[in-house]
């Protein structure tokens, strides 16, 4: 069975962060290997507070599992710290035959900061380079590719940065009749339009990125391994339900 390495924050509210990479991942038939790079406070509403854990331990650990474990594909979420996206960074570097996805979490969707301007410096210099797929929501690629706008040009500035393919998700754009999502790269650009749905929702981006390593794990090429994944993560959306007091949190089941 192939191996996705998750490195994410943990979400204690079970919405989003490590839970929903191991949930997304197994759903795949993938196995999902994990390393917690931050403990967070959370609910359904929102981020009130993140603790990075120390790099020297999130490196031990992943190494561990990458001699023991066939992994095939790497996915990065919250790092927590600009120290664990570099050291991270480096662990890359040691293993440069395996694709990586990254998926830049600075923002929770009900708005607090995951990831502080240090962060981003790191991964702008660090992490993109080293990144086959990035998966910025629209208003993180305009953070990561400052001062491009439309989703065109911040594909072409982060393309500049060595990052392979960029995905740009559309879904917090709430003011678009439909969910438009891009994948850019040196082939050319292809865009999925998917119906918005109603409500608000609590780790849709963990589950498309963590979806997406296991399909590229199972072996299916881009763009193939992004629409899986988008047409999964649509499907755990519409089976969501409002669990708790804020958003919709969604049902991650086998496929
Ligand atoms: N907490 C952790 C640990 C995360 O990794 C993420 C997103 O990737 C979030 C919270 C925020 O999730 P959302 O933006 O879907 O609310």
């Known amino acids: 069975m192939p191996v996705v390495l998750c490195l994410s924050g943990h979400d204690p509210s079970g919405g989003a962060g490590i839970q929903a990479d191991i949930e ?10 994990t390393v917690v790079t931050a403990l967070t406070v959370q609910d359904s509403r929102n981020v009130y507070a993140v603790e990075a854990l120390p790099s020297q331990g999130v490196i031990q650990a992943a190494e561990s599992l990458l001699a023991d474990l066939p ?3 790497i996915k990065l979420g919250m790092l927590g710290s600009a120290a664990n996206a570099t050291a991270i960074a480096a662990l890359l570097a040691r293993h440069a035959t395996i694709p990586v996805v990254l998926d830049p979490v600075l923002h929770a969707s009900g708005g ?5 301007q240090a962060v981003v410096d790191a991964m702008l210099q660090d992490l993109l380079p080293r990144t086959t797929v990035l998966t910025p929501n629209l208003k993180e690629a305009r953070v990561l590719a400052k001062p491009a706008q439309g989703r065109d040009e911040c ?9 392979r393919h960029v995905l740009i998700t559309g879904g917090d754009e709430a003011d ?18 998917w119906p918005r749905l109603p409500a608000q929702y609590h780790g849709s981006g963990c589950t498309l990125a963590a979806s997406l390593a296991a399909r590229l794990a199972l072996g299916e090429a881009l763009p193939q391994a992004a629409e899986s994944a988008q047409q999964y993560t649509l499907d755990t959306l519409r089976r969501a339900s409002r669990i708790g007091h804020g958003r919709h949190f969604p049902l991650r089941i086998e496929v």
Not at 155 to 163: C, D, K
């Open 176 to 193: 678009e009749a439909e969910v438009v999502n891009s994948l850019h790269g040196a082939g050319g650009v292809k865009a999925w339009r």
């Open 155 to 163: 594909a072409r500035a982060l393309l500049a940065r060595a990052v």
């Open 24 to 33: 997304s991942v197994r759903a795949q038939g993938v196995h999902p290997a």
């Open 112 to 116: 607090a900061e995951l990831s502080g």
């Open 71 to 73: 992994v095939r594909v």
